[in-house]
């Protein structure tokens, strides 16, 4: 794969690297299924060939439901409104951990939906609007005239145009650069701010009376989405998971991981990392995460080698070492 092709491109192109006869194991794909603590899941889909969406949630509080990222496509925006409307409160906030496209895309129509709700997030999507996803939309749009995207990608690249084109209208309404615990729909919840880390700020939630949090795409399958992180920072930001109390890990891309099962995905990451970082074969770090993370990856070793591959070249030639100082 190309080195430096925007990620909204290389997502959708890692998911056509593996061949297409290749069995994969599509993520399940529940809508607001409960997981106890007044806390719904709706399971981001990963499809071959397509672009993720991230998993996205749904948590109550006396005054009304507060909804944990909004997906990138139709399909998963849809699952949202119905957990919404079958689980009865009015939706008063949204809460994006981060601003990539399969945790955002959703805003303007449930915004739309429902008048009045309010988006957190930090204000790193500022940037990004004018840097990573501008360039991104001219690359995508330039790739899309010269028919270099596969057909089955064409249809997210092209929703992913249309989407930064209203970028403005994925912009929070109340920004949180720096970690606070605040009540959103009246409900407690400590907003962690991790600098440098996936992104240039993420924002994960510790729910203290589940021990849960709630990290976004600090934690993802079936490979860590390295596209705009700063791997130092982000190892940084997982141990501050860890350090948090939480018994229970729900990820940007995923099944719900117990502590336990957070802290080895934890110790896969830094050891891909540190490979990448050294000066062996590229190919042993793939191994070595395809081997330390095979619980979650199932069958689908293809496409997770294909963007292992893609991503340790990343680390290994230094291209995301701007993220770390941005
Ligand atoms: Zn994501």
């Given at each position: 794969m190309p080195r430096g092709l925007p990620a909204l491109v290389a997502l959708a192109l890692a998911g056509c690297a593996?061949?297409?006869?290749?069995?994969?194991?599509?993520?399940?794909?529940?809508?607001?299924?409960?997981?106890?603590?007044?806390?719904?899941?709706?399971?981001?889909?990963?499809?071959?060939?397509?672009?993720?969406?991230?998993?996205?949630?749904?948590?109550?509080?006396?005054?009304?439901?507060?909804?944990?990222?909004?997906?990138?496509?139709?399909?998963?925006?849809?699952?949202?409104?119905?957990?919404?409307?079958?689980?009865?409160?009015?939706?008063?906030?949204?809460?994006?951990?981060?601003?990539?496209?399969?945790?955002?895309?959703?805003?303007?129509?449930?915004?739309?939906?429902?008048?009045?709700?309010?988006?957190?997030?930090?204000?790193?999507?500022?940037?990004?609007?004018?840097?990573?996803?501008?360039?991104?939309?001219?690359?995508?749009?330039?790739?899309?005239?010269?028919?270099?995207?596969?057909?089955?990608?064409?249809?997210?690249v092209e929703g992913d145009v249309a989407t930064i084109a209203r970028g403005a209208e994925l912009r929070p309404d109340m920004i949180v650069d720096e970690s606070r615990d605040m009540a959103i729909a009246g409900r407690p919840l400590s907003l962690r701010v991790a600098h440098h880390a996936a992104t240039e700020r993420d924002l994960w939630i510790y729910d203290a009376a589940e021990k849960r949090a709630i990290v976004g795409d600090l934690v993802t399958l079936p490979v860590?989405?390295?596209?705009?992180?700063?791997?130092?920072?982000?190892?940084?930001?997982?141990?501050?998971?860890?350090?948090?109390?939480?018994?229970?890990?729900?990820?940007?891309?995923?099944?719900?991981?117990?502590?336990?099962?957070?802290?080895?995905?934890?110790?896969?990451?830094?050891?891909?990392?540190a490979c990448a970082r050294g000066a062996g074969a590229l190919e042993g770090c793939s191994a070595g995460w395809l081997a330390a993370a095979a619980r979650w990856i199932g069958s689908d070793t293809a496409r997770a080698k294909a963007m292992a591959d893609y991503y340790g070249d990343l680390v290994r030639s230094k291209a995301l070492d701007g993220y770390c100082t941005a």
């Open positions: 593996a061949s297409p006869s290749v069995e994969t194991v599509p993520a399940p794909r529940t809508y607001a299924h409960g997981i106890g603590g007044a806390t719904f899941l709706i399971g981001g889909g990963f499809e071959p060939g397509r672009s993720p969406d991230g998993n996205s949630l749904i948590l109550y509080g006396p005054e009304g439901s507060i909804l944990v990222d909004s997906g990138r496509h139709a399909a998963h925006l849809t699952a949202i409104e119905q957990g919404l409307s079958s689980l009865g409160f009015p939706l008063v906030a949204i809460v994006n951990t981060h601003w990539h496209l399969d945790h955002v895309s959703g805003n303007p129509a449930l915004k739309a939906a429902h008048p009045g709700v309010k988006v957190y997030g930090t204000s790193a999507i500022d940037g990004a609007l004018t840097g990573f996803l501008a360039k991104s939309a001219e690359f995508a749009r330039k790739a899309l005239a010269d028919g270099a995207i596969p057909a089955s990608a064409v249809p997210d860590p989405f390295l596209d705009t992180a700063c791997p130092e920072g982000w190892l940084k930001a997982l141990d501050g998971v860890a350090a948090s109390g939480a018994e229970q890990v729900v990820p940007g891309h995923g099944p719900i991981m117990a502590i336990a099962d957070f802290n080895r995905w934890r110790s896969a990451f830094r050891d891909f990392i």
